[in-house]
Structure formats: structure tokens, C-alpha cells
């Protein structure tokens, strides 16, 4: 579906006269198979878009006409089939007043939404569902069972719990009376105390000091037979704890902690190490540690670096994550939009092919003008139907057109990475191809957003190709990227004993690569690669 510049452009003057416009840009930002989803949605809303499938009219649907009949019998046979279904839509409009919008007609559309269903890639389980199967084996009342669940659907995508764990109990409390249809119980109140009055005062006529008041209800599970049917007792944060012990108890010991201290602190006790420092580093050096401060815990510690540095890497051994190990995440399916090839030393760009549907207006809509009376609203349902499916059309034309063009034009200017690699990126700016290919800033950005290109380098974000870039005293300009994979290449060669300052790199760039930037471009992009600080990267 490739258009001239002539032809696109008139597409763009009638898209920008029109009040849609910006659903024409919406449908420009989509990627490939987004698109895919937006054009099946008008497919079934709309009887007179329809989508061309080769040797479909050689085909007879539904077995209505002869076997032996000709061609051109069963084009016409399927022509009045797709005239029926069109009034039939038609009639369901006028009857209930809808919008007239097609629904599923025969047997053939839901065997096809069937088989996009068994084709669709199971999710997998999350670390909610995974842990409770594993609850199966602990011997819970139903009640305890209910706040475990809701536990473990609270954790975050690492196992921990960030709530307070009165917050957790509170809102299990309600969410589950809530989903069981049950009354919650009423908190017993404390008796009132006079003011200034000593609560273990004997009172008059009596001389035993009045009865301490009874354990707290909730200091252990308050199991449904405790309370009357149909009603819950509210939970506690010591019902949460010991909720959180027993799931533990079966899955990982720090599932569930509040942060990162008490998560190592957990694993931790469950190692029963006899030496302490581990413990001591986890309660009071974290951030020294982060900041490789080894020197200041040896002597907080009263301990030498090298035991500092065998506690440390105790630490390593444990999982900041303690969820990580459970549920079946799903990786992430990237479909280029975008495919750049080497065909006899040039390279081709083209979108991707097999996701290129062909649509077209149904020609049935003559007929339905045709049998349409003068005011009984048919005609204006009939043109309102079908403007909006012309204007789909040039819409997805446009939107095609558009990011084959402005591919087209990356990809010149980025030969020399497609050659080369990373040392040979270009710079390049979002206005620099608005302005080649005759297109607004914001066209570009909306044409390479949210979609890949697949490249003899690999695949990359189209953005990925859009950079600013320094000179060198040579004359050349070296783009950002290159100068930050310079930067990893030079920090990976540094001396670990003696790691380079932020200003010594600076120097580096400008000695063996003529580039010259300032210190703080250098901590910026060192940060950007996730590069600490020399002081952090320092080996004892």
C-alpha cells in the first residue's frame, strides 16, 4: 500500500479539511499490530468496508450455489448474500434504532475468532497465582485462608508487602466481607476511663482493685467459629503477620517484607550465621555499602576490610526480590513495523508485509441507494457509513505512506551505522526528517512512536535513530551514542585500583577520540549508562 508524494499529500490536504483529523493522527501513532486490532474494530462495525482476499470471488461461501456454476454465478451469488446481510443490519437499525453496526452473522466468524483464541499465547501464571497453590498444603481455616489469598495478591511485583500492615488488614477486612456477602463484627469498645481517674484506683466499699482488662480479641486468628454465621471478624495487623509466617514458611522467608532492609534482614535469620557482621551491615550500612564506603564500615565495625568485604558478599547471596522465583512472566513479542534489508550492497526499506491487510469499499452500497426510499433515514445512514469508511481508508493510506517514507529517510542518513555498528551512528534530528520528507515535527514523532525497525544490526525503537551529536576538532561530528559507547569502552579499560574521575575521561575523549566535551556531559551520559561514580567503582 505505497503512495506517491503527489497522492499522499492530496490524502493529507483531505484528512486536514476534515473534523477527524485527529483520529487520522491517532491512527498514524499506532504500531503495526495495534493497527491490526483497529482496522478487524471497523471491519465489524462497518457493512461497507470490506477486505480483499485473493481468489475469494472464485469461491462460493455457504455452498448456495451449484457445483458446477460459473464464475461469474458465484460472484453474483455472494454479491446478493453481502446485499441480504447489509439489510439485515439495516432492519435491526430501523426496529431497535442501533447504529445499524453488523453483528456475527454465521457459524464462519466465530470459528475464526475460536481459532485466534487457540492460537493466543497463554499468559502464564502471576506470583499471586503461583503462591497459592502452593497454600494447598497448608492447614488453614477458611477465614485465614481468605486473608492469605488477599495477602498474597497485595504483593508487588518483587514479594514485597509496602502497605502497613494495619492498612492491609483493613482493606482485606472490607474486600472480603464485601466478596462473601458477610456483616463485619463490631469492634468491642474499651470501657470509658474519668478523667484523671487511676484505672487500677480501688473503688468504694470495695476493697479488691477492679479486673484487668481481657487479652485483645485478636492476638491470634479469630476463626469463623468464633463469630456467628454471616459475620466476619475484622483482621488485624498480628492476623497479617502470622499470615505472612506460615506463607513463608512454605515459599521464600523474606516474601512479603516491607522494603529492602527488613528482606535481607529475613533471609538473614532463616541462615543462622555465627558471625554478626552481615547483620550489623544490613541495620546500619546499606547506603555505605551502595556508596562503596568500605573503609568508613572497617572502622565503624571495628573490623578489617577484608572481613567487611567477605560480610559483603554474604549479601550478595540474598534475593532483593524474593518474588522473582515464582509466576510465569511473559517476555515482551516485539513485531517490526520496519524492515531494513541488504539486497546486492544496497539497503531496502519496506514495512512489514505480512501484516498488510488490503481494504476496500463494498460495492453493495449502490444497491442499498438504489432500494433506498426518499425519507426513511436509509440514504442518510448509508453516506454517513460510508464517508467513514473512505475516510478509514485514507487514513490507514496515509499512516502507511507516512512511516514508509519517513523510514526511508532514517535510513539514509543512518547508512553508515547499518555498515558499521554503533561507531558509525549519525546524528540525527526529528526536524531534520520533517523537513526532508515535507511533514511536520510532530508527524515524524507520531510515526515513529511505539514502533521497531529490524535491521542487519538487530532491532531497534525507530527513536533509537534520533540523536544530537558534538564535533570533533577533526571537522566530523560523532553522535551521542557513540560517544557513550566510547565512554563504556573506556571506563571497562580503566584500572580498578585507580578508576578514572569524570574529568580524566573527559581528557581520554579529547587525547584518542578528538572529542571535546565538558565534565558534567560526561557524568550525564555516565549515568545514563548506569556507570557509578569513580569513588563507587574503586576496588579495595
Request: proline share 6%; charged share 30%.
Amino acid at each position: 500500500m505505497r503512495l506517491g508524494l503527489h497522492q499522499s499529500a492530496s490524502l493529507q490536504q483531505r484528512l486536514q479539511q476534515s473534523p477527524q483529523m485527529i483520529q487520522a493522527m491517532q491512527i498514524l501513532q499506532l504500531n503495526g499490530l495495534d493497527l491490526e486490532d483497529r482496522i478487524q474494530q471497523e471491519l465489524n462495525e462497518n457493512p461497507f468496508l470490506e477486505e480483499v482476499e485473493p481468489g475469494l470471488a472464485a469461491q462460493a461461501a455457504g455452498g448456495e450455489t451449484a457445483p458446477d456454476a460459473s464464475p461469474a454465478e458465484v460472484a453474483n451469488a455472494q454479491e446478493d448474500r453481502k446485499v441480504e446481510a447489509i439489510l439485515e443490519s439495516l432492519e435491526q437499525y430501523q426496529r431497535d434504532g442501533s447504529d445499524g453496526r453488523p453483528r456475527a452473522r454465521n457459524d464462519e466468524e466465530g470459528d475464526k475468532k475460536l481459532e485466534a483464541m487457540n492460537n493466543t499465547a497463554d499468559q502464564g501464571k502471576s506470583l499471586a497465582e503461583a503462591l497459592i497453590e502452593e497454600l494447598a498444603i497448608l492447614r488453614l481455616e477458611p477465614r485465614d485462608r481468605r486473608l492469605a489469598e488477599y495477602v498474597l495478591y497485595s504483593l508487588d511485583e518483587r514479594g514485597w508487602l509496602t502497605q502497613p500492615h494495619e492498612d492491609v488488614a483493613r482493606d482485606a477486612t472490607v474486600a472480603i466481607a464485601a466478596e462473601d456477602g458477610l456483616v463485619i463484627a463490631e469492634e468491642p469498645h474499651a470501657p470509658a476511663v474519668e478523667p484523671h481517674a487511676d484505672p487500677l484506683a480501688t473503688p468504694a466499699g470495695n476493697g479488691a482493685h477492679a479486673a484487668p482488662a481481657p487479652p485483645t480479641p485478636h492476638a491470634e486468628f479469630a476463626h469463623a467459629a468464633e463469630v456467628p454465621a454471616g459475620v466476619l471478624q475484622p483482621y488485624h495487623a498480628d492476623d497479617v503477620e502470622i499470615v505472612l509466617e506460615e506463607i513463608r514458611r512454605i515459599s521464600h522467608p523474606a516474601l512479603g517484607a516491607r522494603d529492602l532492609k527488613e528482606c535481607l534482614q529475613l533471609q538473614l535469620v532463616s541462615m543462622d550465621l555465627e558471625d554478626p557482621l552481615p547483620a550489623q551491615l544490613v541495620e546500619a550500612h546499606l547506603e555505605d555499602i551502595e556508596h562503596n564506603r568500605l573503609p568508613r564500615i572497617a572502622k565503624a565495625t571495628n573490623r578489617t576490610i577484608e572481613d567487611v568485604k567477605a560480610a559483603i558478599e554474604v549479601l550478595r547471596t540474598l534475593e532483593p526480590n524474593p518474588g522473582s522465583g515464582y509466576g510465569e512472566p511473559m517476555a515482551e513479542v516485539i513485531t517490526p513495523d520496519v524492515i531494513v534489508e541488504e539486497i546486492d550492497g544496497e539497503f531496502q526499506v519496506r514495512l512489514q508485509r505480512e501484516r498488510s491487510r488490503e481494504l476496500r469499499l463494498s460495492p453493495q452500497y449502490r444497491e442499498l441507494l438504489k432500494q433506498a426510499k426518499k425519507g426513511d433515514g436509509v440514504r442518510d445512514w448509508v453516506k454517513k457509513r460510508l464517508e467513514s469508511a473512505r475516510w478509514f481508508l485514507d487514513a490507514v493510506q496515509l499512516r502507511q505512506s507516512t512511516l514508509h517514507r519517513v523510514a526511508q529517510v532514517i535510513f539514509q542518513r543512518q547508512r553508515a551505522f547499518l555498515e558499521k555498528g554503533t561507531s558509525g551512528f549519525q546524528p540525527l534530528r526529528m526536524q531534520e526528517v520533517a523537513d526532508e520528507v515535507g511533514v511536520h515535527i510532530s508527524t515524524v514523532s507520531r510515526a515513529v512512536s511505539g514502533k521497531y525497525a529490524q535491521t542487519p544490526r538487530g532491532i531497534f525503537p525507530l527513536k533509537f535513530f534520533f540523536a544530537g551529536g558534538t564535533q570533533k576538532s577533526t571537522g566530523e561530528v560523532a553522535s551521542q551514542i557513540s560517544i557513550k559507547q566510547r565512554i563504556a569502552e573506556i571506563v571497562s579499560a580503566e584500572d580498578h585500583d585507580h578508576p578514572l574521575s569524570d574529568d580524566e575521561i573527559a581528557d581520554k575523549l579529547e587525547e584518542l577520540d578528538h572529542v571535546r566535551i565538558a565534565r558534567r556531559t560526561v557524568t550525564k551520559y555516565r549515568k545514563a549508562l548506569n556507570i557509578p561514580a569513580s569513588t563507587e567503582r574503586r576496588k579495595f
